[in-house]
C-alpha cells in the first residue's frame, strides 16, 4: 500500500496441524487451530511443497489470485509469496505475476525474465525509485532470477507485469510512436505533439517528483492531451496484428492512467484518487488476464488485494473489489498478519526518502495479531470461509489490524473485519526487513 501523495525467515518445522496455545473452552483460536495448516517455511528452497497443497485446494479454480502483505518491506511476506508462486506456476499452471508496480516496469522486467535482455540490477535501479523503492530488494531480485532460470529451461514462459499507474516510462511512449509510424504516419506529427509534456525527460524520482508540485490545471491539460492519444488509437482499426494493436492501446491507457490520478487535487480529493488508482489496477490485471487467459498470481499490499477495504477514509474501494465484483470467487484474496519484527520504511518528513529498518514489537491487547499469536506456536494457513461458527463471529467483527504503508511513523493499526476482507489468512509469528539493493 504505498501512498504516493504523502498522504494518507521461517525456521523449518514439521508438517502438521496447529495447536491452540493457551486456548479456553469457547475461545476461537481453539476452533481455529483444528482448522489450521502449518506453513512448513517461508523460504523459497523448492525442496518440499507439500505443505503447500492445502492452499492450492482452497485456491481451487481461481484464474487471479491476490496475496497481501501487511507491510511492503518485510523480508518473510517477499518469500513466502515466491514461494506460493512457485507453488501455483508448478501445480496449478499460473504463469503471470502481478506487482504493485507501474506497467512501464513491467514491460522491462518481463522482457528481462523472458529473453535476459538488459542488465536485472540496471532496470531494477531505474524502475525502482521514490515510492516504488521498496520493490528494489534483494527478496524481489532472487523471484526475478527464479523466473528467468524456469523460463531458460521452459517452452511456455512465466510473465511479469506491472497494473500500478504511479509512473509511465519513456518506453511505453516509444512503443506507441513507434506503432503509430509505421501504421499511420500521417498521424504521428500530432501524437508527438500530444505526448510532448507528458513524456519523462528525467529520471523516475525527479518526474514524479515534479509532477505532484505542477499546478493542477498544467496536470489536467496534460490528462486531456494523452487521453486523446488513447482515444485515436482506440478509434482507428486493429489492422492485420489484432494483439500488436492491443497491447500498444493498452501501453497508452497506460500513460492516460498516470496522467488521470495526477489530474485529481492531491489535497483535498485523495480518496477519489486512490479510489481511481484501485479502479485502474484491477482492469490491468484483468485486461492482461482476459488478452492472454493467463491465471495470475497479484502481489500487492494487503490493503489493495481485499474483498473489503480496511481504510475506507483514504481508499474507498480497493482493487480486490473491483476483481471480486467481475470474477466473483475465480478471485481468491489472501491476507498476511504479523506478531512481531522488523520492515523497512521512508520518515514521512525526509524528503530524501531513505528507507531505513523499523522494529515493532509484540502486538497489542485485543488486536487481531495478539488473538491469532496464541492459534499456534507455528506459522499457519487457514480458510476463513469454512470456519466454525465462534470463528466465523469473530472474522467478522471488527479488530485493530497492523495495516503499515511505506512511511513510519504512521497509523499502526486500522479497524479491520477479517473475514469480510480475506479469504484465506496467513499468519506469520516473526518477520524481518527486507535487503535493501
Known amino acids: 500500500m504505498v501512498l504516493p501523495l504523502a498522504l494518507c525467515v521461517g525456521a523449518t518445522v514439521a508438517v502438521g496441524t496447529a495447536r491452540a496455545v493457551g486456548s479456553r473452552p469457547g475461545d476461537p483460536t ?35 489470485v491476490g496475496v497481501g502483505e501487511a507491510t511492503h ?27 504493485e508496480f507501474q506497467w512501464s516496469a513491467g514491460v522491462r522486467l518481463d522482457a528481462w525474465v523472458r529473453t535476459g535482455r538488459g542488465d536485472l540490477t540496471t532496470i531494477m535501479d531505474e524502475e525502482f525509485q521514490n515510492d516504488d523503492g521498496l520493490w528494489n ?26 497494473d500500478d499507474l504511479l509512473y509511465a516510462g519513456p518506453l511505453l511512449f516509444d512503443a506507441v510512436t513507434a506503432y503509430v509510424g509505421r501504421h499511420d504516419p500521417d498521424l504521428l506529427p500530432e501524437i508527438e505533439r500530444l505526448y510532448e509534456e507528458s513524456r519523462p525527460t528525467a529520471g523516475m524520482n525527479d518526474t514524479m517528483n515534479a509532477r505532484r508540485v505542477m499546478p493542477l490545471a498544467d496536470r489536467q491539460r496534460m490528462r486531456d492531451d494523452v487521453g486523446r492519444v488513447l482515444h485515436l488509437l482506440e478509434s482507428r ?73 480496511p481504510v475506507p477514509e483514504c481508499y474507498p474501494k480497493v482493487q480486490g473489489q473491483f476483481l471480486r465484483e467481475q470474477l466473483g470467487h ?89 473475514g469480510p476482507g480475506y479469504d484465506i489468512l496467513i499468519h506469520l509469528h516473526w518477520v524481518t526487513a527486507t535487503l535493501m539493493r
Open 237 to 309: 482499426p486493429p489492422g492485420p496484428d489484432r494483439k500488436e494493436h492491443a497491447l500498444t492501446v493498452q501501453h497508452a491507457r497506460a500513460i492516460a492512467q498516470n496522467a488521470n490520478l495526477y489530474a485529481f487535487d492531491l489535497v483535498d480529493d485523495v480518496p477519489a484518487a486512490m479510489r481511481y488508482r484501485d479502479e485502474a489496477m484491477a482492469a490491468n490485471t484483468m485486461w492482461w488476464h482476459r488478452h492472454t487467459g493467463e491465471r495470475v498470481f497479484l502481489s500487492a499490499h494487503n490493503t489493495h488485494v481485499a474483498c473489503e477495504s
Open 330 to 418: 475465480r478471485y481468491v484474496a489472501i491476507g498476511f498478519i504479523f506478531g512481531q519484527g522488523s520492515f523497512n520504511a521512508t520518515d514521512p518528513d525526509d524528503p530524501a526518502m531513505v528507507y531505513r529498518p523499523v522494529k515493532l514489537g509484540p502486538s497489542a491487547a485485543g488486536t487481531s495479531e495478539r488473538t491469532l499469536a496464541r492459534v499456534s506456536r507455528r506459522n499457519f494457513y487457514l480458510d476463513t470461509r469454512t470456519m466454525a461458527p465462534v470463528v466465523r463471529a469473530w472474522l467478522e467483527a471488527v479488530h485493530p489490524t497492523r495495516n503499515i504503508g511505506a512511511s513510519w511513523p504512521a497509523t499502526e493499526y486500522e479497524p479491520t473485519r477479517i
Open 30 to 64: 481453539s476452533a481455529m487451530a483444528r482448522a489450521a495448516h502449518t506453513l512448513r517455511t517461508t523460504i523459497p528452497d523448492g525442496s518440499d511443497d507439500s505443505d503447500l497443497r492445502s492452499l492450492g485446494r482452497m485456491i481451487a479454480d481461481a484464474v487471479v
Open 73 to 99: 518491506g518485510s523480508s518473510e511476506f517477499v518469500t513466502t509469496k515466491h514461494r506460493i508462486f512457485r507453488h501455483l506456476v508448478e501445480r496449478k499452471g499460473f504463469t503471470t505475476i502481478a506487482f
Open 137 to 162: 530488494s534483494t527478496e524481489t531480485a532472487d523471484l526475478f532470477r527464479w523466473m528467468r532460470a524456469w523460463n531458460a529451461d521452459h517452452d511456455h514462459p512465466l510473465r511479469i507485469v506491472g
